[in-house]
Structure formats: structure tokens, C-alpha cells
């Protein structure tokens, strides 16, 4: 195991400032948090159990990604709606596909059980290098048929950027506590990286499902072995002290990017601790199951929606459609208002439906 890191600093965020509630319920003209491309109506958007705010540690649980969920259900969570079963031929398409995924994954497990048995920060950073891979090559598609005219998913690509932006900021916490200091290492995850970008791009083409399924299976793979990690290292972890660059970015005032990519929750709900470098770990698995659960849910056609996009909308753009939501429970939310700001505002919403 890497040696401990040399003694960090302790850096809190700067206080935010409170976002006050009367924002709630002024005009949508003046203010707006973020404008949706498509007319969703914001009423129905913005009813949310407080329960669900409220939630600041919940367990992340890989289990969860099993549930598809993209529209709003009665929790404040996105729901799937009716669900299509597949016919017979497309059932054994996908057993077929399935069955490829998992024999490549198998395949790089072995690799890596073998090369890095106990050297852990050093798989971690092959591990990093190749899970933000599919997110710039999916990115690099859809760019591709949007230039064609052929299609655009813009809640796709913002999503896709925000999970590979989440993982940057995984292989900067490996890249520092020393997982690439060996030159066989960084060879063989930039080779891995090289390889698997240009077969995710052939994929992706191939079919989408195939490609988001591999990806759900490689970011599996990466949970289990950060839970593994953390279990048999936990008391360890503990007494040492968190990496400069987790500290920056899950303490960091903007977290508008770390709320995209997790398209199964509420923006602001989760509300990361980072004390040591158990905490880390601990988010940084976490946030491989919110990545397990998006790809899951990209494997259906067309249902993958931005978080913002959901809770967020423009009331007066709806109201002329949705009588309902030019009333004072409508949820506006001031530019650059603070998480604290938005989940009150929601509260409040949800609190005068009711």
C-alpha cells in the first residue's frame, strides 16, 4: 500500500449565503435558475416529499441502478412510467450483448486482479483512466450525428460530461496519493484507455444499449472494489487525511456539475462530508452507484433526462400551457442561488400543493 500522505490542511467552504424564500415566488421573468429546453409543466416538477430533501448520508446502493426512473413519481423521483417489454428476438439481442459485456469485463478484471492484487492505488488510477472513457466517446457520437442534422439529445450530452468531469476528478484523487508514480502503471492505463475509447465509439454506433450496459458493468466492477477497499482498510483510512484535490471539488461552492451526473436524485441531496480519507472513499464509491443507476437508466430509448431539466423549468414559459403554474407555489429559483435556496424553495412548493 502507497505511503500515507504527508499532512493536508483542512480546507471548509467558504459559508453560503442563504438564498431568501420569497425568491420563491417572484416573477419568472426576473429570475431563473435554468431554462429547459423542453416545456415541462414546473408545478408538477417541484412537488417533492421533504423526506427526500432532507436526506444529507443515504447509503448508495449499486442495487438501486436496477429501477429505471426518469419522469417524477410521488417520491420526487424520476419514474419510468409504462414500461415496454421487449419482443422475443430483441430479448435474446440483449442476452447476446449482455453476454459480450460480460465476458470483456471478466476479462479486464482478471487483468487487473492480477497486476494489482495489493498495490490498490494503483489499480484505482488504471481503474479511473478507463471508466471516463465511454463518457467522452458517447460525447464524441452524439456530437457526431448532431453535426450530421440527424439528431440532437442535449440532456445527454450534459449528463455525459458531468460523469466524465466527476471521474477526472477521481483519477486527480489516484494521480495524488500516488497510484501513477510507477511508469508501467500510467503505460498500461493510457494504452487501456486508447483501446477502449475507439471500441466504445464502434459500440455506441452499434447500439447504444450495448455500449451503456458495458459501461454499467465496468462502473459495477468499480464499486465493488472501492466497497471491498474500504472495507478491509476503513480504520486506516480514518487516521489519514483527505486529498487536496477531493477536497476541492466535493467541498467546492458550485456543485451544479457533481448534482448532473447523479440523474436518480434530487439537486442538492446529497450533501458530501469530506473529513479524511475515509470520507473520500466513500464518496468516491457512492458516485460510482450514481453512475451504475444513469447508465441503467440510458439503456431505454430516449429516457435519460438532465436532473436540472427535471426540478428546474421556467414558470412562465409553462404558464400559458399549465394554468397551474403561474400559481405562488410555483418553484423559481434566483441565478446562482445556493443549494440551501433550492431545497427550500422546493420544500415550499411542496408544502402549498399539499
Given at each position: 500500500?502507497?505511503?500515507?500522505?504527508?499532512?493536508?490542511?483542512?480546507?471548509?467552504?467558504?459559508?453560503?449565503?442563504?438564498?431568501?424564500?420569497?425568491l420563491c415566488n417572484c416573477?419568472?421573468?426576473?429570475?431563473?435558475?435554468?431554462?429547459?429546453?423542453?416545456?415541462?409543466?414546473?408545478?408538477?416538477?417541484?412537488?417533492?416529499?421533504?423526506?427526500?430533501?432532507?436526506?444529507?448520508?443515504?447509503?448508495?446502493?449499486?442495487?438501486?441502478?436496477?429501477?429505471?426512473?426518469?419522469?417524477?413519481?410521488?417520491?420526487?423521483?424520476?419514474?419510468?412510467?409504462?414500461?415496454?417489454?421487449?419482443?422475443?428476438?430483441?430479448?435474446?439481442?440483449?442476452?447476446?450483448?449482455?453476454?459480450?459485456?460480460?465476458?470483456?469485463?471478466?476479462?479486464?478484471?482478471?487483468?487487473?486482479?492480477?497486476?494489482?492484487?495489493?498495490?490498490?492505488?494503483?489499480?484505482?488510477?488504471?481503474?479511473?483512466?478507463?471508466?471516463?472513457?465511454?463518457?467522452?466517446?458517447?460525447?464524441?457520437?452524439?456530437?457526431?450525428?448532431?453535426?450530421?442534422?440527424?439528431?440532437?439529445?442535449?440532456?445527454?450530452?450534459?449528463?455525459?460530461?458531468?460523469?466524465?468531469?466527476?471521474?477526472?476528478?477521481?483519477?486527480?484523487?489516484?494521480?495524488?496519493?500516488?497510484?501513477?508514480?510507477?511508469?508501467?502503471?500510467?503505460f498500461l492505463a493510457q494504452?487501456?484507455?486508447?483501446?477502449?475509447?475507439?471500441?466504445?465509439?464502434?459500440?455506441?454506433?452499434?447500439?447504444?444499449?450495448?455500449?451503456?450496459?458495458?459501461?454499467?458493468?465496468?462502473?459495477?466492477?468499480?464499486?465493488?472494489?472501492?466497497?471491498?477497499?474500504?472495507?478491509?482498510?476503513?480504520?486506516?483510512?480514518?487516521?489519514?487525511?483527505?486529498?487536496?484535490?477531493?477536497?476541492?471539488?466535493?467541498?467546492?461552492?458550485?456543485?451544479?456539475?457533481?448534482?448532473?451526473?447523479?440523474?436518480?436524485?434530487?439537486?442538492?441531496?446529497?450533501?458530501?462530508?469530506?473529513?479524511?480519507?475515509?470520507?473520500?472513499?466513500?464518496?468516491?464509491?457512492?458516485?460510482?452507484?450514481?453512475?451504475?443507476?444513469?447508465?441503467?437508466?440510458?439503456?431505454?430509448?430516449?429516457?435519460?433526462?438532465?436532473?436540472?431539466?427535471?426540478?428546474?423549468?421556467?414558470?412562465?414559459?409553462?404558464?400559458?400551457?399549465?394554468?397551474?403554474?403561474?400559481?405562488?407555489?410555483?418553484?423559481?429559483?434566483?441565478?446562482?442561488?445556493?443549494c440551501e435556496g433550492i431545497?427550500?424553495?422546493?420544500?415550499?412548493?411542496?408544502?402549498?400543493?399539499?
Amino acid at each position: 500500500m502507497a505511503t500515507p500522505l504527508p499532512s493536508l490542511s483542512f480546507a471548509k467552504p467558504n459559508p453560503r449565503i442563504g438564498m431568501d424564500s420569497s425568491l420563491c415566488n417572484c416573477s419568472s421573468s426576473q429570475f431563473l435558475y435554468f431554462r429547459s429546453p423542453h416545456r415541462i409543466p414546473s408545478r408538477s416538477m417541484c412537488r417533492v416529499k421533504a423526506s427526500t430533501l432532507q436526506q444529507k448520508d443515504k447509503k448508495v446502493s449499486v442495487k438501486e441502478s436496477l429501477s429505471t426512473k426518469t419522469g417524477l413519481n410521488k417520491d420526487g423521483l424520476p419514474d419510468s412510467g409504462p414500461i415496454t417489454r421487449p419482443g422475443f428476438v430483441e430479448k435474446n439481442v440483449i442476452k447476446v450483448e449482455q453476454s459480450i459485456n460480460s465476458f470483456l469485463t471478466e476479462a479486464i478484471i482478471q487483468v487487473l486482479d492480477t497486476l494489482y492484487h495489493d498495490r490498490h492505488y494503483a489499480r484505482f488510477y488504471v481503474l479511473e483512466n478507463v471508466a471516463r472513457v465511454p463518457y467522452f466517446a458517447f460525447i464524441s457520437v452524439l456530437h457526431m450525428y448532431e453535426s450530421f442534422g440527424w439528431w440532437r439529445r442535449s440532456d445527454y450530452l450534459k449528463v455525459h460530461f458531468a460523469e466524465s468531469w466527476n471521474e477526472l476528478h477521481h483519477l486527480l484523487i489516484m494521480e495524488e496519493l500516488g497510484g501513477n508514480s510507477f511508469w508501467f502503471d500510467r503505460f498500461l492505463a493510457q494504452s487501456m484507455a486508447f483501446v477502449y475509447y475507439f471500441m466504445a465509439v464502434f459500440m455506441y454506433m452499434l447500439s447504444p444499449r450495448m455500449a451503456y450496459h458495458f459501461s454499467e458493468c465496468v462502473e459495477k466492477h468499480a464499486y465493488s472494489t472501492y466497497d471491498k477497499f474500504i472495507k478491509s482498510h476503513g480504520e486506516e483510512l480514518k487516521k489519514l487525511p483527505p486529498a487536496e484535490a477531493a477536497v476541492k471539488y466535493y467541498m467546492n461552492e458550485d456543485l451544479y456539475l457533481f448534482d448532473e451526473f447523479q440523474t436518480e436524485r434530487v439537486p442538492c441531496s446529497r450533501k458530501p462530508k469530506i473529513e479524511n480519507l475515509y470520507d473520500v472513499f466513500m464518496n468516491i464509491r457512492d458516485d460510482e452507484a450514481e453512475h451504475c443507476k444513469t447508465m441503467k437508466a440510458c439503456q431505454t430509448h430516449g429516457s435519460l433526462q438532465s436532473p436540472h431539466t427535471v426540478y428546474f423549468s421556467n414558470s412562465n414559459a409553462d404558464s400559458g400551457s399549465d394554468s397551474d403554474s403561474s400559481s405562488d407555489s410555483s418553484c423559481v429559483v434566483s441565478e446562482g442561488a445556493d443549494c440551501e435556496g433550492i431545497v427550500d424553495c422546493i420544500k415550499k412548493s411542496f408544502t402549498s400543493d399539499r
